[in-house]
């Protein structure tokens, strides 16, 4: 009975059945070299290159789902979460196989790192990655604020949801800088590494100037580091994708 009550328990915490919040880990860490591709070779529309990615991402998929989806009876969201992630990549793939555009696989497949993102923080599983997904919305809303805008078009509305975002997207990107980003759990070469790090630098900077423009009260300043605070971002993100099956 004292055996069985210890068992309830531990499936009330959310502990996983027969691995431990390491071993996870590094299986997510190798799911997301395949989808973190998938999901930047699908926004470029091409349509050859995507086919492979998705062929990729189902096959680790379809692995990763098979050793955990029962793994974590305690948590009533987690095959839930499971079931949602597999319907976003069966979509995806009937997308690039189909004559739609390849674009709207991408979209398919957007909100995948959010529900992973969510399944481990009910978990307690600490994720490098999940700081930038979390940056990634109010860094969206900036960006699309300014986009494509000129002085001229940029009204004070735009300014407004800027300078009403900014604080959030300054806060989560402190959250960035502050986590473990160490290379051996996220599978980085030394290279890849050291790239990350100057990119997180590189980001701070931008933020910093955008707040610089915003205080200024320079339309133009403003337009430009808006929108220049996302190609930072993507080349981090996008270090943690393997890209070699799509290279030469």
Same mark, same amino acid.
């Given at each position: 009975?004292k ?9 009330g915490?959310?502990l996983?059945m027969?691995f431990?919040?390491?071993e ?6 190798k799911?997301?070299k395949?989808y973190?591709?998938?999901l930047a070779?699908?926004?470029?529309d091409?349509a050859?290159e995507s ?5 990729i991402?189902t096959?680790s ?7 955990y989806y029962?793994?974590?009876?305690g948590?009533a ?5 499971f079931?949602?992630a597999?319907?976003m990549?069966?979509e995806?793939g009937?997308?690039v196989a189909?004559?739609r ?14 529900v992973m993102?969510k399944? @481990? =923080? /009910?978990n307690? +599983? ?5 700081r &930038?997904? %979390?940056?990634?919305?109010?860094m969206e809303a900036?960006?699309?604020?300014a986009?494509?805008?000129t002085p001229?078009?940029?009204t004070?509305?735009d ?8 604080p ?5 990107w402190t959250?960035?800088?502050?986590g ?5 759990t996220?599978?980085l070469?030394?290279?890849q590494?050291? @790239? =990350? /790090?100057k990119? +997180?630098?590189?980001e701070q900077q931008a &933020?910093? %100037?955008?707040?610089?423009a915003?205080?200024?009260g320079?339309?133009p300043?403003v337009i430009?580091?808006a929108?220049g ?5 993507a080349?981090l993100?996008m270090t943690?994708?393997d ?6």
């Open positions: 009975m055996r069985l009550s210890v068992l309830l328990l531990a499936l915490a959310g996983l027969g431990s919040k390491s996870l880990r590094q299986d997510m860490v799911l997301d395949a973190i591709a998938a070779v699908t926004s470029q091409k050859a086919r492979k990615a998705m062929e991402l096959g998929w379809k692995g990763f789902k098979g050793r029962d793994a974590n009876p948590d969201q987690w095959r839930k979460d079931d949602a597999d319907h990549i069966a995806a009937r997308i189909s004559e555009k390849v674009t709207d696989a991408h979209e398919a497949l957007e909100d995948m790192r959010m993102m399944l @481990r =923080a /009910r307690d +599983i600490e994720y490098f990655v999940d &930038l997904t %979390a940056f990634h919305e109010p900036i960006v699309l604020a986009k494509d805008k001229e078009t940029f004070d509305a300014i407004q949801r800027i300078r009403k975002t900014l959030e997207a300054e806060r989560l959250r960035v800088m502050t473990n980003l160490d290379g051996a996220y599978q070469e030394a290279s590494l050291e @790239r =990350a /790090r990119l +997180i630098q590189t &933020l910093a %100037a955008l707040k610089a915003l205080a200024a320079d339309k300043g430009k580091a929108v605070i996302k190609p930072n971002f080349a993100f943690f994708g890209f070699t099956p799509f290279k030469g």
